[in-house]
């Protein structure tokens, strides 16, 4: 291996070029006479300077925390380009998952910290109230430069025992009154989901923040964790079944600062890439099987969003650093990146593979790739806008906020062509009706989903603007939902624990289970046979359907 002055003079001038530096690009460009280099029709990838700096640093830090024998110092220290590194080993009780958090009704510093928070003031008031647990058994650490690892032994867990009809619900330390039918004469007892339909993932560290199911094949199950890893999961055809739930370990280490947490993940249309994104700042590309195969680093702040195209070709992130990047999915390279917002881009939505909407503070995007700025600008929200989505066939884009509104707009127009209103707290997220109540008839309404910080969920028909539902079981925040592939029904997971399933024509409860931790996000298979739940306690659950 060797390294010339002249290929480092060259990747200094185009990182001068890029950033805008004109004066001194003009300078360095003469001085070291970088525009005769030899390199200059070379194929050098945007942001090459930054990138070979931050590998550089990884191994550098890689190296400083492995001792002879090959294991992994504990360091809570970051690393960093300049100046000396010493090792710490922080305590557990100044650890940021513990510190005590501001009210719920600041502005968070990420998107995750709205759900996160809520659960660490919970489970404070659950361990203040229950027994200490007992500690795990040591485990051997790993080597930092593996980048999976494959757990074959069997991974299905017992499951809390069924609740009896009159029993209370203990949730979070305190009890309360067992969920109600809503509008039937139907037992309670009845409504719950049975433990032996119940497969338990165990194997995460952290909390679970992320989950899909793949596209393609409906056994094959991706979850992304605080622990800074991302599990690809092979699940059995029942819960009955003997199989072991075999799962690949994608190890996001190691980090670019101490928050670990994979933030996002998403399959591309034929399941078999899976894009994951992390608060470190880093976007990956891992295959069916597992493989790491792309690593992209442009990113300043942690990823918030991360979406494939239809096609496939392109990947799509928008992060805390307020900007939103388009990547080549075979190659790694930034194909554009776009400083519009002036907050953090908290989510972020194909049209088609061209077309994309982003969302940050009031404001919402329309852009190609082909363009540096926006085709359209929607203004009409008045605070933070948390998610964006298209419609199926591409003529609405739903928008929801905590200005306690979602909205329906068309780039025919400028202004919402609804403004839905119901909710009396800040709206989290919405997803479309794939299907409509009925694809036998044409005229089906279009249907849109919200979930709120009110601790409800609409069903509204997106046609006339008007709530169909409002499904009112939960005690605490929805943070997500998933509608069946059939559109039949409709999944809800929130923080009082509870996953409840609808019946997405009547709006009443169909089926429910109570867990052990709050619920970050839910997910139905394409089969429609399984439905997934990601929890707060480390905890994936699987749902095999009888409905």
């Known amino acids: 291996m060797s390294l010339t ?35 200059k029709h070379a194929n050098v990838p945007p942001g090459a300077l930054v990138r070979i700096l931050q590998k550089g640093l990884q191994y550098m830090e890689i190296e400083t925390h492995l001792n002879d024998d090959g ?38 510093d990420r998107k995750e910290e709205k759900r996160a928070q809520r659960e660490r003031e919970k489970r404070s008031r659950r361990e203040a109230e229950a027994p200490p647990p007992q500690p795990p058994p040591q485990e051997q650490p790993e080597p930092m430069d593996q980048d999976m690892e494959v757990e074959t032994k069997p991974e299905v867990e017992a499951t809390p025992t069924e609740l009896p009809a ?22 309670l007892h009845n409504k719950l989901i049975s433990i032996n339909d119940i497969i338990s993932l165990q194997g995460h560290e952290k909390e679970v923040f992320v989950c899909a199911w793949n596209p393609v094949n409906p056994t094959v199950f991706a979850s992304g964790s605080g622990d800074a890893t991302a599990r690809i999961w092979h699940i059995p055809q029942s819960a009955s079944s003997t199989d072991p739930c075999n799962s690949v370990v994608l190890k996001h280490l190691p980090p670019l600062n101490e928050s670990k947490d994979v933030t996002t993940l998403d399959w591309n249309a034929t399941g078999t890439l899976l894009a994951t994104g992390s608060y470190d700042g880093q976007a990956r590309i891992w295959t069916s099987r597992g493989e790491l195969r792309i690593v992209m680093t442009l990113h300043r702040g942690p990823i918030f969003s991360l979406k494939w195209n239809k096609k496939g070709n392109l990947l799509l992130s928008g992060s805390l650093d307020t900007t939103t990047i388009v990547w080549d999915a075979t190659t790694g390279d930034a194909k554009q990146q776009y400083e519009l917002h002036t ?53 609405f884009l739903a928008s929801c906020s905590d200005d306690f509104t979602a909205k329906i707009w068309s780039l025919s127009q400028d202004t919402p062509i609804h403004n839905l209103e119901a909710h009396s707290d800040k709206v989290y997220t919405l997803k479309w009706s794939p299907t409509g109540l009925n694809t ?28 169909l539902h409002t499904l009112a079981e939960h005690q605490e925040p ?55 739940a990601c929890m707060s306690n480390g905890t994936v659950i699987i749902v095999d359907l009888h409905l």
């Open 343 to 395: 907050g953090y881009t908290l989510d972020v939505d194909w049209l088609d593979n061209a077309t994309f909407a982003t969302c940050s503070s009031e404001k919402i995007f329309v852009c190609d790739v082909e363009s540096s700025t926006p085709i359209k600008t929607f203004l009409g929200h008045r605070d933070e806008v948390n998610a964006v989505k298209w419609d199926h066939s591409g003529q």
């Open 71 to 108: 294991t992994e110092k504990e360091c809570s220290n970051p690393f960093t380009l300049i100046g000396n590194h010493r090792c710490e080993k922080s305590s557990p009780k100044k650890h940021k998952r513990d510190e005590p958090t501001s009210s719920p009704n600041n502005k968070r």
């Open 166 to 187: 009159a029993s209370a619900v203990l949730v979070n330390g305190t009890s309360k009154p067992p969920l109600q039918p809503n509008g039937t004469d139907q037992s």
């Open 440 to 467: 036998n008839q044409p005229d089906a309404p279009r249907l849109l989903a919200t979930a709120s910080f009110d601790h409800t969920v609409r069903i509204w028909d997106a046609t006339t603007g008007t709530c």
């Open 478 to 532: 929805v943070y997500s939902l998933s509608f069946s592939p059939d559109a039949k029904y409709l999944a809800s997971g929130a923080f009082d624990c509870n996953l409840i399933i609808w019946d997405v024509k009547d709006g009443v409860m169909v089926k429910s289970y109570t867990g052990e931790g709050g619920i970050f996000e839910v997910s139905w298979n394409t089969a429609g046979d399984k439905l997934a």
């Open 5 to 39: 002055s002249d290929e480092v003079n060259y990747l200094i001038f185009r990182y001068l070029q890029e950033s805008g530096f004109g004066h001194s690009t003009y300078t360095f460009q003469h001085e070291s006479l970088a525009h005769k280099s030899e390199y």
